[in-house]
């Protein structure tokens, strides 16, 4: 009885999706006003002046662009008990983001209108979308797999729990969402990835799950687990009724074919989401391509400023431009003030503002002047992979340097299926980055600057080693694509060949 009550209410707030994103200006101004008098009332507030911002222009001009170790003594003040720092109203609750670009952990403040009027609303506006394309759907009449981490009480503060920002959603979830949700909580919950795969597996085997919602690195671990136990020769075999993954964290451009192979199913769908621990970014509007839409009324004030300039210069979106590279800075409802997210964007559209990641601020080789960014990479490894017959499982690049006084870049690569040629792929990889980046095609024309890549096939599993040794095992944990430096090339080196360690 409540799986069509449910269906029947996202159906009908399509409509209201779809004003948001048509009157986003005026819900971003709204929003900008509504944020900065919630920020008056806080400790960073008051030191920072806020009482004096009449408006965005002010608030441009006289509130720096912070990173994280700029705001972390307040959250970790915050987390030892004290209220009203950053945001006003009690935070007890820290996603714990590992991050791709530092070792060390950032804790970002999960507010009670953080969680219900971004990451649960945002959720709501996924399924939206989904019944909007496609209202014929039974997903309701089955259960959800969520794959997701683990939190803990802090050791600092007995009332103030951290973890996985999938843990700290699930904790939270309505119970109609629990009830429709598999595995059970004690199963979900458990902290180490490794002890949690073979209980996930066989709890969820005979359910009628009829959506994922997960990483995609982790959710083919698990499904490579439910064949094993089966004997099944693929996933729509244990569940005939699969026919949404949901889907984020990564690029799923190289994982779309091993997919396709291990659901090999018409019918099935893919949504992907743009969500992190910091907020609830963007989402697909239109299924068939695959530009986000921005979410201007989810409790994010969205700034940007071009790749490679002043972050102080920044521009509201009613300012950006398409075809250009922007770093990302946002405002948010659990007190991150204007804050680097680190991410880069590219908009293709601004009515409705829509628009693609193109990489992190803090993602790239730039070694010898080539500017290679993640979306060049995956370009590439997409292209070579077709090439090739080949899938992968993942990969890594870093820079690396000869003797000669030139240099390239060194490529470590893990399949699913091999390619058939390696020397072809290696190839379309060079070829496509050349296709793609002007700057590396430069560089490596006649082997001026740089000489062509270095390919290394890893063996299975060799960066769940890498993750286990860094002690990353977990759901939000992923191989960092680039490098600009060789730390991770010189520790996957060490795990491939252990006399060089």
């Not at 009332?159 to 999938?166: E, N, P």
């Not at 629990?178 to 949690?196: L, V």
């Not at 992907?272 to 201007?296: C, H, I, V």
């Not at 908009?347 to 002047?369: D, H, M, Q, V």
């Amino acid at each position: 009885m409540l799986a069509p009550v449910i269906s029947w209410y996202f159906r009908q707030r399509h409509e209201e999706l779809l004003e948001h994103a048509e009157f986003a200006v005026d819900y971003q101004e709204q929003l900008f006003n509504l944020l900065l008098e919630s920020g008056q009332s806080t400790a960073y507030g008051a030191e920072n002046g806020f009482k004096s911002v009449r408006n965005y222009e002010d608030y441009r001009n006289k509130i720096k662009v912070s990173e994280y170790e700029d705001l972390k003594p307040w959250i970790e003040r915050t987390m030892k008990g004290e209220q009203m720092l950053l945001w006003p109203g009690e935070i007890n609750w820290f996603a714990k983001s590992s991050g791709t670009t530092s070792n060390s952990a950032k804790y970002i403040p999960i507010s009670f209108e953080n969680l219900e009027l971004t990451h649960f609303k945002g959720g709501r506006d996924m399924l939206t979308v989904y019944f909007a394309h496609y209202p014929e759907s039974k997903m309701m009449q089955g259960k959800g797999l969520l794959i997701g981490g683990s939190f803990k009480t802090n050791d600092i503060n007995p009332r103030s729990f951290s973890g996985d920002l999938s843990a700290v959603l699930m904790n939270h979830l309505p119970m109609w969402a629990n009830m429709m949700s598999t595995p059970q909580m004690d199963i979900a919950m458990m902290e180490k990835w490794e002890e949690k795969l073979e209980p996930m597996a066989r709890a969820t085997m005979n359910e009628n799950v009829t959506s994922i919602s997960g990483v995609p690195t982790w959710v083919i671990v698990l499904f490579e687990r439910l064949l094993e136990i089966t004997g099944k020769s693929d996933i729509s075999e244990i569940w005939p009724n699969l026919e949404l993954f949901c889907h984020g964290g990564v690029n799923f451009t190289p994982y779309r074919e091993q997919f396709k192979k291990l659901i090999p199913k018409t019918g099935m769908h893919y949504l992907e989401t743009y969500n992190a621990s910091e907020g609830f970014f963007g989402l697909q509007f239109n299924l068939r391509k695959p530009d986000f839409t921005l979410l201007t009324n989810h409790g994010t004030f969205y700034e940007f400023y071009p790749c490679g300039g002043d972050p102080q210069k920044c521009i509201p979106i009613w300012e950006v431009e398409t075809g250009i590279d922007y770093a990302m800075v946002i405002t948010t409802n659990s007190g991150l003030w204007r804050y680097k997210l680190g991410d880069t964007v590219r908009f293709s559209s601004t009515r409705p503002y829509e628009f693609r990641i193109t990489g992190r601020t803090k993602l790239f080789i730039n070694a010898f002047g080539e500017e290679l960014v993640i979306e060049n990479a995956e370009t590439a490894m997409a292209a070579a992979c077709k090439k090739s017959a080949a899938m992968v499982a993942d990969y890594t690049a870093a820079p690396v340097y000869m003797s000669t006084g030139k240099g390239g870049h060194e490529w470590f690569v893990e399949f699913e299926t091999a390619p058939e040629n390696l020397e072809l792929f290696k190839y379309t990889l060079d070829e496509e980055l050349k296709i793609c980046n002007g700057d590396y095609a430069a560089k490596r024309r006649g082997d001026l600057a740089m000489h062509e890549p270095v390919v290394h096939v890893l063996p299975k599993g060799l960066f769940h080693s890498w993750l286990k040794s860094n002690n990353k095992l977990g759901v939000q944990n992923k191989i960092p694509r680039l490098s600009n430096d060789r730390k991770i090339a010189e520790e996957i080196l060490g795990l491939l060949m252990p006399e060089r360690a």
